[in-house]
């Protein structure tokens, strides 16, 4: 099956500075990357998505940038805020579509 | 999106006995899947759960352990059987291709915490 591995396993930054997750994966058939947000007692939520033909994407604070070719995508949060403190998966979709979550990135947001 | 519903919220079980677990959409679906969680770990993907067929289970779960159903485009069950301690978990259900419409996008129920005692 495809790896997946996320890093860091955790983050804290202050409130306004800017986090970055990286998702490494090994299935080159590999064709869309997307995000999800997991609030604390929550179920995951798709916060941003990019499929293989585009190397980046963004949705005001948050952007996504693919690196096919090293086999890994970032996800972006600039101007933190307490609220994006969470659980962050990337999940991406491989040969024969399968869905393989990544071991998940801790986010603490610091007033 | 969709309203995905999930019953029940929670349980507590006596080991060696079995829960059903409903996932109920307000929509037709293509695709739905059954997940476990562990309390601070990823999402682990459990089956499929395709309609009118069996479902296609991931490496590790057999369909003794977590038969699974679905009978139409909204609505699917997950059974665990003859329960124990390390079945404890929070198990999700997601869809995919909401109105039937071709997408990646999974999007969860609300989760079902059960506890087996």
């Known amino acids: 099956g495809e790896n997946v591995e996320q890093h860091p396993s955790t983050l804290s930054v202050q409130e306004g500075d800017s986090a970055v997750i990286k998702c490494t994966y090994s299935?080159?058939?590999?064709?869309?990357f997307p995000w999800y947000k997991q609030e604390l007692g929550k179920r995951p939520q798709l916060i941003i998505d990019i499929r293989s033909n585009v190397g980046e994407k963004k949705d005001q604070r948050i952007a996504v940038t693919l690196n096919k070719t090293a086999k890994h995508f970032s996800l972006h949060i600039t101007e933190t805020q307490p609220e994006d403190s969470a659980v962050y998966f990337c999940?991406?979709?491989?040969?024969?579509?399968?869905?393989?979550f990544g071991t998940g990135t801790k986010l603490q947001v610091i007033p | 999106s969709a309203v995905i519903s999930q019953k029940p919220s929670r349980d507590i079980c006596q080991r060696g006995t079995s829960l059903t677990i409903q996932c109920q959409v307000d929509s037709q679906v293509t695709m739905m899947f059954w997940y476990r969680q562990q309390p601070g770990q990823s999402l682990t993907l459990i089956a499929t759960a395709n309609q009118g067929s069996e479902a296609t289970y991931e490496s590790g779960f057999v369909i003794d352990k977590f038969p699974i159903s679905r009978p139409n485009l909204t609505f699917s069950t997950l059974t665990v059987s003859n329960m124990s301690p390390e079945d404890s978990s929070i198990y999700l259900c997601?869809?995919?291709?909401?109105?039937?419409?071709?997408?990646?996008?999974?999007?969860f129920g609300p989760g079902t915490r059960l506890t087996v005692l």
């Open positions: 997601s869809v995919e291709g909401i109105g039937l419409a071709s997408t990646d996008t999974q999007y």
């Open positions: 299935d080159s058939a590999s064709n869309y």
């Open positions: 999940a991406p979709r491989g040969g024969y579509q399968k869905v393989t």
